[in-house]
């Protein structure tokens, strides 16, 4: 078991090394950059967030995989970002609008809904895909080093493709029933971002368990459907008595939900108290991911 | 010694024996541990019963810049832990290494190649994974895509490759990789043999360039050209170190003492057992069986399965001293065997005068049913050819010097004396 720790200075795994100097031929002198020890790991540690840095080019390229791949494989290619939820959404409302009354704080149904679904179905495929990043392609743990985290953070990244190609529907259903955001769709990016952080987080558990325990790949469906139960996306959060709220909000994806609906729609106020306690939430789920990432990371290659 | 590029100090790798279904521990396993741990004070951990295996052990080595280092060893010695602990792809237990450069690591070429993309998107995808960046993977890309030799099939997906195809690109790539420290791992045992000289040409290329390389192969000749100096490992630990053709010889010295050991009870084997080699003996055919430079040998090779063997075909590869390849017999070169053999058997094969030079040479046997390997035993056997008075002067080429004898006869050529310094 090993930490493998860069010293400072230039040691950008990327560059070619000699590219720029072919006066070194013939027995290079030691390297300018330090040494890299690799020694057995110790102690705790969360992400290595500088290599990550590092291997932007490599996540670039991950994300566009998974895109790629996708549209090559499959005959709506772009289409599923936007199929899924709006499937969803009419049937939810034929369901839960049409035939059990479900209120909608006021709002159309199917805006109400779809408005919900965009951030749950980045979510469920987010954390299902970065699920599987680490064992769908063994030998990239085997027989290569990279930051690990780069394929989770990938999987998720590419889910935020969708959420756009997505996005553009909820704005024709908005004119359509005539809404207009008000001031309050300035926040939406950070609504997108706490969704972001808790598929990464959630993700991030998900796939360093996967390695050693493949049960997760059953458990990650099963995982996504109660999960969908316990956030507001069928029915309004106001449902919920005001006294189990904060409870109610340990569910981060509650938190994004109602921020989304409340940053697009303008749904009466934002319940932050809901709000603050999701984000709370996301940095344990996040903090704690990284570490046990970190923690499982040392026997990834042996494991897989 | 001058600075160098990459040290260790007792580095070791421990690894718990078990077969797959331990390693992958399952998660009710875990949790039922993790509930039962507080009731039992003190015993925070069930001692685990699977014996531990050291895969490397205590492991000293210094590379000095410029240095081609090749590791030898058997299956299992730990060559590729070693290699694999110097790339980061997995952790020593314990003992340290330092790497004093930017480390390229190739221990499998077409790492992350995706069937349904195309040649050109994998070149990216790849080049990206082995650590290029755009900008150096754009400007070598038409070297690349040279280099493979595959211009025409750039925008077909790769899964409609020939296997051959899928290896030259993933090569190509991985060939233009210039770190200062690059740490190969056996990935020229592919493709067909003009393109593995092709690569190992290119290893000589970035050897001379003055790179690092350390350099995991069982391809004898291969270590002794282009390496520098050479590492054998067994059982985790170093046994020798030193120039390479000296390392190999001794190398192959014991890897061919240990045929001692009855061969159906070697390890060191693959295929799909389905039918195996059990038992070799090279003789020659004369009386009292010596092997001497003109001999004929005939070989007898017994093999054992459960059924009939349908569609044998055994190859026997002769090798030197340095297991450089001398010749190859193959049961289909010439009259086939029967279709169906019995379960047990012998089968012998008579050649030729072998015209060899006095020395050791290597045996390998493999046995394919229709076309699938059932077995294969390197290093199954040996020999020794003795000295003879071949041309009747006590002389002989050394085998050292040459492979083979060849008869001769020498004379002077009467048409083309000169006139003028006869007739004075």
């Not at chain 2, 010749?327 to 070169?333: A, V, W």
């Amino acid at each position: 078991m090993a930490r493998v720790k860069a010293r400072e200075v230039e040691t950008d795994p990327l560059v070619p090394a000699l590219a720029a100097e072919p006066g070194r031929r013939g027995g290079h002198g030691p390297s300018p950059t330090a040494p890299l020890t690799i020694e057995p790991p110790r102690g705790w540690e969360i992400g290595r967030f500088r290599e990550v840095w590092l291997y932007r080019e490599l996540l670039y390229f991950l994300v566009w995989r998974e895109l790629k791949i996708r549209y090559k494989q499959t005959m709506f290619g772009g289409a599923w970002a936007v199929l899924q939820p709006l499937i969803t959404m009419i049937v939810f409302t034929a369901v839960f609008s049409r035939l059990m009354g479900v209120p909608s704080d006021d709002l159309p149904y199917p805006v109400f809904s779809y408005a919900a679904l965009l951030p749950w179905t980045f979510f469920a495929t987010g954390i299902a895909r970065a699920g599987n990043s680490l064992v769908q392609d063994p030998n990239l743990l085997s027989k290569i080093y990279f930051p690990r985290e780069t394929l989770p953070l990938a999987s998720v990244s590419a889910m935020l493709v969708d959420l756009a190609i997505a996005f553009v529907i909820l704005l024709g259903m908005m004119a359509f029933y005539g809404l207009v955001p008000g001031l309050a769709v300035l926040t939406l990016p950070l609504f997108v971002l706490l969704a972001y952080l808790t598929a990464l987080g959630v993700g991030l558990w998900l796939a360093a368990a996967n390695v050693k325990y493949r049960d997760i790949n059953y458990v990650i469906p099963f995982l996504s459907q109660l999960w969908l139960f316990l956030t507001p996306v069928a029915y309004p959060a106001s449902l919920v008595p005001d006294a189990w709220r904060v409870v109610y909000g340990l569910n981060p994806m509650a938190g994004v939900v109602e921020g989304f609906r409340w940053a697009l729609l303008g749904t009466d106020s934002a319940d932050w108290g809901l709000i603050t306690a999701s984000t709370g939430v996301v940095l344990v789920i996040l903090v704690s991911g990284l570490v046990y990432f970190r923690r499982m990371e040392r026997e990834f290659a042996d494991v897989v | 010694m001058s600075a160098p590029a990459i040290h260790t100090e007792s580095l070791s790798k421990q690894y718990r024996l078990g077969t797959q279904a331990a390693i992958y521990g399952s998660l009710r396993e875990s949790l039922a541990k993790g509930f039962r741990a507080p009731f039992r004070a003190g015993a925070r951990e069930r001692p685990e019963r699977r014996p531990l295996l050291w895969a490397l052990r205590d492991v000293d080595v210094e590379v000095p810049w410029g240095e081609v280092l090749g590791v030898i060893g058997r299956n299992g010695a730990g060559k590729s832990t070693l290699l694999k602990i110097l790339a980061r792809v997995t952790y020593p237990s314990a003992g340290r290494a330092r790497v004093y450069g930017r480390v390229g690591s190739l221990l499998e070429v077409g790492t992350g190649f995706h069937p349904e993309l195309t040649g050109r998107e994998n070149i990216y995808l790849n080049g990206a994974i082995l650590g290029m960046r755009r900008s150096e993977i754009r400007r070598k890309y038409d070297a690349i895509v040279d280099f493979a030799g595959l211009e025409a099939f750039l925008d077909t997906p790769v899964k409609r490759y020939s296997s051959g195809m899928y290896m030259r690109l993933a090569f190509s790539v991985a060939a233009h990789l210039e770190p200062e420290i690059l740490i190969v791992d056996e990935v020229l045992a592919v493709g067909d043999t003009a393109f593995q000289r092709k690569c190992l040409g290119k290893m000589g290329s970035v050897a001379r360039e003055g790179r690092t390389i350390l350099f995991v192969s069982h391809n004898m000749p291969a270590i002794q050209s282009l390496c520098h100096r050479a590492l054998w490992l067994e059982q985790g630990r170093i046994v020798d170190e030193g120039a390479p053709t000296e390392v190999v010889q001794r190398y192959l010295e014991s890897e061919v003492s240990t045929t001692a050991v009855s061969l159906d009870e070697r390890q060191d084997r693959s295929g799909d057992g389905s039918a195996r080699i059990v038992s070799l003996d090279v003789a020659s055919t004369e009386p009292g069986g010596v092997i001497r430079p003109g001999s004929r040998l005939r070989l007898r090779i017994g093999y054992r399965s459960d059924r009939p063997v349908k569609r044998a075909q055994f190859v026997v590869t002769i090798s030197d001293h340095l297991d450089v390849g001398l010749f190859l017999l193959h049961s289909e070169f010439t009259n086939p065997l029967p279709e169906m053999l019995p379960p047990t058997g012998v089968v012998t094969c008579e050649t030729d005068p072998i015209n060899l030079t006095p020395g050791a040479c290597v045996v390998h046997v493999e046995l394919l049913q229709g076309n699938v390997q059932a077995d294969l035993v390197p290093y199954a056997g040996s020999f020794d050819v003795a000295h003879a008075d071949v041309y009747g002067t006590g002389m002989l080429p050394p085998r050292d010097w040459v492979r083979y004898v060849l008869g001769q006869k020498w004379s002077l050529e009467s048409d083309h004396i000169p006139d003028r310094g006869l007739r004075q």
